[in-house]
């Protein structure tokens, strides 16, 4: 496999050439102006053309007249906006669902190219994930009439948390024989091509952060609610990983110490009380036959009360361990997704309410600047993948 | 008042002149050597050779012949070493306790020069704290002989927090009364002088990142142990202060929302059971009369059965809530401090069995690298005013 000519621009150290510069900034936001490329940059404008021309020359980045975001119609001409061509760099992004292995295929602009997904059995080995990602990667580049050369990086969105320090799996993992893979080389091995791998709902924060309801928003938590719990802290822009690739485990706040076991091996774990898994297999027996989630969300909205209480009780309790993240953290924005975020207002209604009752009151009455804002997910709780593949675009110019 | 000569290189932009950065690298590090100096600024030797020399020529700066820390002793000659010139910046750090008023004034070369108290009665006004903490800064200057120009600034550490956004004292503070209260700006108008005012953990976590046992780690979370339960974040080497000035509220995390009520108006906050106020006051009734903090210490080092246990509930309570912290932050190191940390192992052995209990298992086994590391503060509960001076050394070059 040959490589594109941007990854040798792209892969570079933060501190490299107007032109690296300009194209990694351009890989992580996708369109911009001229204007907008310098102020991000903090290059001179000057520099910014001399550098363009000789992008545009070698064909690496292209020009359209689309509206740039924020600007108002009619105040003149539309605004150039600068991307780098689709047709020189693609990123793939893999999710290795508990029982699902999902792909994207998306061109340098963040223009999704194919999103396509195979059924697992639960429990597959991280061969098996190499080898059926292959296969749907392959498929992706070759319906598309697009080549392999084009592919500058892979995101894979994994269940279970990493260790920073050495990109294994932890125990703790969503898939416990998973623990000690480090899953990004196993790809490397066969893709040839930079791998990043991160936590399913890190990735599903990153997701929100370039282009759902966080865009613009340093600071905020994630809270997947799905069959099992799971989060994300942001600061600054940037994910915080933990000393071991534990942050952000927020299934695993202890709610009650003399609860059921958990599967981490603590006991009265939050994703006991707010994960569907244990209130789904309870309600599929006495339906006799299996619920999704989807069901579930489904029938409240038609008014079935026993899955309105389902979610509600998830709700009240996610917004007891909500609270106690805003003790610590003190979030301006707490971005709600997995499946369960589809059911929007009959979740986010009880789990706003739940919130205030146990986070700390900071100011007399409702105030819009200091109150924790709850929101949905912009992605419907298929934001993993998506921010697998904003990795590879992130990435560059960050890591090797 | 005039100003020190160092003032106007001290409260500059990031991007300074040469001169300005050094000096402001030596007033967040005290000694440095010229290559130490030239590493963390990255600035080129003979910048810094020129730069130093013009510096040392206006008396800004004085070389001294001390051993640099970490330097083999019979290495060779030992380093120069540079600090700022103690004669012309002093800093002044003020703790503003529920029942004293501590004040600080120590050298720009991170000497301590005084430290100072004045007993309060509880819920003293803002304006009393001004009065006495301002008598307390005057009579350290003349005592000293030293005038009151070489002041540069004063950091007041204040129990409760504020919000970053317009300074002023939440509502969840220490003391309720002050809710609202801008007490930096009430200092400001007296003292003119620049004035940071900080959250007493937030303070006593910055002393410890800069000259106790976080000393040069930038990931840390700071557990208080007194009377009430606070804490501190600091990541990337920054605190953090959350969307309204209450991260790091360690004590408001809700281990039982059908316990009592707290005095922030939630029910069973981690206060109620790790504060030593109520197992104290209960206590106290007991002995008939009042027993202090530092008085259950010393009967449990003598092995007094009550107050060991005393103690040890508390530990207990105070471990499932740092095992709640790490499954959020995930820190690779707590800093345990406030006057029951002077208990030393009598508190912190059964707070780290307690940790392991609560918090997420993340590999098999133990592991340095990956274990969060349970420590005492260097500071035997006396941190937070020291933390205010760094504020006003660590403030420099960052804020106007």
């Not at 351009?26 to 290059?43: C, D, N």
Request: hydrophobic residues 40%.
């Amino acid at each position: 496999m040959r490589h594109s000519p941007l990854t040798a621009l792209l892969y570079k150290q933060p501190e490299g050439t107007p032109a690296a510069r300009i194209v990694q900034t351009l890989g992580e936001h996708g369109a911009l102006s001229a204007t907008q490329l310098a102020r991000i940059t903090g290059l001179a404008k000057s520099t910014i053309s001399t550098a363009l021309a000789s992008l545009k020359d070698s064909n690496m980045v292209i020009e359209g007249a689309w509206a740039v975001r924020g600007k108002s119609p009619g105040a003149g001409r539309p605004a150039i906006t600068i991307t780098l061509n689709p047709e020189v760099g693609t990123c793939v992004g893999v999710l290795l669902g508990v029982e699902h292995i999902q792909v994207i295929l998306a061109d340098v602009t963040h223009a999704v190219i194919s999103d396509a997904s195979t059924a697992m059995n639960s429990d597959y080995t991280p061969r098996e994930a190499v080898a059926v990602a292959s296969k749907l990667i392959e498929q992706a580049y070759k319906s598309y009439g697009l080549s392999t050369d084009t592919m500058l990086g892979v995101g894979i969105a994994v269940a279970g948390p990493i260790n920073p320090r050495d990109g294994k799996i932890l125990r703790a993992s969503g898939v416990p024989t998973w623990a000690g893979v480090n899953i990004a080389e196993e790809f490397k091995r066969v893709l040839r091509r930079p791998v990043i791998a991160e936590n399913e709902s890190n990735c599903s924060a990153i997701a929100e952060l370039m282009w759902g309801v966080a865009k613009g928003c340093d600071d905020f938590v994630f809270l997947t609610m799905d069959m099992a719990v799971g989060g994300a802290v942001v600061l600054r822009g940037q994910l915080v990983s933990g000393n071991a690739g534990a942050a952000g485990e927020f299934g695993h706040i202890c709610i009650d110490p003399n609860g059921p076991q958990c599967r981490c091996g603590k006991r009265g774990c939050l994703e006991l009380y707010a994960g569907l898994e244990r209130p789904l297999s309870r309600y599929s027996s006495a339906q006799g036959g299996p619920v999704t989630i989807e069901d579930v969300i489904s029938r409240a909205v038609e008014g079935d009360d026993v899955c309105r209480a389902m979610i509600r009780d998830t709700a009240h309790v996610a917004g007891r361990g909500l609270g106690i993240v805003t003790s610590i953290l003190d979030p301006g924005l707490v971005v709600v997704g997995g499946r369960l975020a589809m059911a929007g207002d009959l979740l986010l209604a009880p789990l706003r309410t739940s919130f205030e009752t146990h986070s700390l009151v900071r100011q007399s009455g409702p105030n819009p600047d200091t109150d924790t804002q709850i929101r949905g997910s912009a992605f419907s709780g298929r934001g993993a993948c998506l921010g697998a593949v904003g990795l590879v675009l992130r990435s560059c110019g960050r890591s090797g």
